[in-house]
């Protein structure tokens, strides 16, 4: 069975420079999308990525790249919506160009969808309460 | 007909029908607004958004020996002290000297209604009365003799819609507009906002007693900038920003859910305010303008790209235009984003007619009602000159927020 998963893979310093992407698709089978990318040689990397491919490989080459020392993390967990303090008035809305943060047309409360998110984080310093946050 | 001691008894007994704004507008639509009249009492409007001007004086009490505070700061956000001597009013805009525009005078109000503690440091002149010249102190807003919030500028009756026509992202206190008619942003709560309930002010003025920050407060008259002149629609709503109004409260019974503090980007701090009035359905007239629905209230969208006080129009839409998500401009979609809580204006206009039902919140009539006849007027520059602009490129006090 085909499938998608979004991943947040974390470079330490030293493993920046080593090639993963590439073993996804050849070895695994993967068709890798890169969402975002923050690559800087000796500084510790981060890549946001979207895999399609069968389960199982998916599971094999995210085990692989963790066998290299690199942290894998589901994409949803990283953001951040602290819906206590949210007060749903809306300004992250207009940096939302995925649309995973929606008003609710009945309640008028903030949603939001993590499967749509691509952590662009542009929502994390528009949100005037601070309550949306990006944790690595 | 009705009186505000009629409907007060009624309250006192427990016998008042009172309605939210969103609720009335079901019950005329369904049996008309004569039964509106008949039946309705009193209907809750509220609003809850960033209002800028907005403010707390406050009392610190005297130190020993006492000082003549000139210059206070409270968690390194400046206070204006030329008053009596330990008297201060903190700006809701004021921002901190070591965090910009992270922390300012909205989030010392918001921690002081949380409970938390406020370093103060204060700097004096020596006087034969005073004779001390700096103190520090750690206070709270139980040590305080005196919280009031008192907010120049608040309620607005309407408020413009924003665009943005440029090139380029412009960060504005109606949030991010997107570069080419990216989106518009609009504020107010539209068929919940008090004003636009009483387009006319027939019973919103000095003395009407409120929900303010989660707590009591009053109205004290007009706003600065209040516009009653502003254009209005067949139904008497403006189809701008119009009236305002000035409200004042002890913050000591407030709830920092209903006050919080915001920095928008780029822009600057605020406080997001949360106020809920009752209007007294006296009579027909006010039970069809309590009635007036998001789909009969209009704004105008304005280009905030152009950088002039008076700026180009892309014509009005309505709020429930606004509301469902997108409105047209030059003949394109444009989605379309709110920039005060809807969510939390129902919440009030709930939580004060809970009040008002449960016979613990009672209408006060105003003794003066707000002028219909004041001007709105720009500043007017000595001959020949033009405000100065900063030079492209040059050096900005920091502004950023990250």
Redesign the interface.
Do not use: E, Q, Y
């Given at each position: 069975m085909t499938v998608t998963r979004r991943v947040v893979l974390t470079f330490p310093a030293n493993l920046v420079e080593d090639t993963i992407i590439y073993r996804l698709i050849k070895d695994y089978d993967l068709i890798v999308n890169i969402l975002r990318a923050k690559i800087i040689p000796k500084e510790i990397g981060r890549i946001v990525l979207e895999l399609q491919g069968k389960v199982e490989n998916i599971k094999k080459g995210l085990s692989f790249v963790e066998s290299k020392g690199i942290g894998v993390k589901s994409l949803a967990q990283d953001i951040q919506l602290n819906e206590d303090k949210c007060v749903s008035c809306g300004m992250c809305l207009a940096v939302c160009h995925q649309k995973a943060l929606s008003l609710n047309p009945v309640t008028w409360k903030i949603e939001f969808n993590r499967d749509d998110c691509i952590l662009c984080e542009q929502c994390v310093t528009v949100c005037p309460l601070r309550v949306i946050q990006v944790a690595f | 007909m009705k009186t505000y001691e009629e409907i007060n008894e009624k309250i006192k007994q427990g016998k008042a029908v009172v309605v939210t704004a969103d609720e009335v507008c079901d019950l005329a639509g369904s049996e008309g607004i004569k039964a509106v009249a008949e039946k309705v009492d009193v209907v809750t409007t509220a609003t809850?958004?960033?209002m800028c001007s907005s403010g707390v004086f406050l009392n610190f009490g005297h130190a020993d020996p006492p000082i003549k505070m000139h210059k206070v700061w409270l968690n390194d956000v400046p206070a204006y002290a030329s008053l009596a001597a330990v008297d201060a009013y903190l700006g809701a805009t004021a921002i901190s000297d070591t965090k910009y525009l992270e922390y300012g005078g909205a989030h010392v109000i918001e921690d002081l209604l949380a409970g938390k503690t406020i370093h103060l440091e204060a700097e004096g002149y020596k006087t034969d009365c005073y004779p001390a010249e700096r103190v520090t102190a750690e206070i709270t807003l139980e040590s305080l003799n005196q919280a009031i919030l008192l907010n120049p500028r608040n309620a607005y009756q309407n408020y413009s819609a924003a665009t943005n026509s440029s090139l380029r992202t412009l960060h504005t206190y109606m949030?991010?507009?997107?570069p080419k008619f990216?989106?518009v942003?609009y504020s107010t709560s539209g068929q919940l906002n008090p004003l636009m309930n009483d387009p006319e002010y027939r019973t919103i003025g000095f003395g009407t007693k409120i929900f303010l920050g989660g707590g009591i407060g009053y109205i004290l008259g007009e706003g600065t900038q209040h516009n009653p002149n502003q254009i209005r629609g067949g139904n008497k709503v403006p189809l701008s920003s119009a009236a305002t109004l000035m409200l004042k409260g002890d913050l000591k019974q407030m709830n920092a859910r209903y006050l919080?503090?915001?920095?928008?980007?780029n822009y600057g701090v605020?406080l997001?305010v949360g106020i809920g009035i009752p209007i007294p359905v006296l009579d027909e007239g006010i039970a069809e303008a309590v009635s007036v629905r998001d789909k009969d209230i209009y704004t105008t969208i304005y280009d905030y790209s152009v950088e002039k006080l008076s700026k180009p129009t892309y014509g009005r839409v309505s709020y429930k235009e606004l509301?469902s998500?997108s409105v047209q401009i030059n003949g394109n979609r444009v989605?379309a984003?709110?920039?005060?809580?809807?969510?939390?204006a129902?919440e009030i206009a709930s939580v004060l007619k809970e009040w008002i039902t449960r016979g613990e919140f009672f209408l006060v009539e105003p003794i003066q009602l707000l002028p219909r006849d004041t001007r709105f007027k720009p500043l007017p520059l000595n001959t020949g000159e033009t405000p100065v602009l900063p030079k492209k490129g040059g050096s900005k006090k920091d502004g950023s927020?990250?």
């Open positions: - | 809850f958004g960033p949030g991010t507009l997107l990216g989106n942003a919080r503090g915001a920095t928008i980007k605020s997001m509301r998500g989605p984003n709110p920039v005060a809580s809807l969510f939390m129902r927020t990250l």
